[in-house]
C-alpha cells in the first residue's frame, strides 16, 4: 500500500496518509483542514538482509562456514 508522510505548510501537523499515484491533489491537514500538504521523504519498510532477533531488531547473517551452536 502507498502509504506517504506529509507535513501541513499551516500548522506543521505530520500524518500518513494513502496515497495513489492517481491522485491529483495533496491530501487534507486532519487537524487544521488546510489544503496545503507537502510530502515528507522518509524511510522506507525496507528490511536489510538479516535475521530477525525478536522485538524488531536485525542481526546480521554471519559472514561464511557453518552456523554456530551455542
Known sequence: MPIFEFECKK???????LFLSSDKDLPECP????KNARKLISAGSVRP???P????GFKPPACGGAPSGG
Do not use: D, L, P, S
Not at 500548522?11 to 496518509?17: A, D, S, V
Not at 487537524?31 to 488546510?34: F, G, H, I, M
Not at 532477533?53 to 524488531?56: D, R, V
Open 31 to 34: 487537524k487544521c483542514k488546510a
Open 11 to 17: 500548522c506543521n501537523h505530520q500524518f500518513e496518509q
Open 53 to 56: 532477533t525478536g522485538a524488531g
Open 49 to 51: 538482509n538479516g535475521i
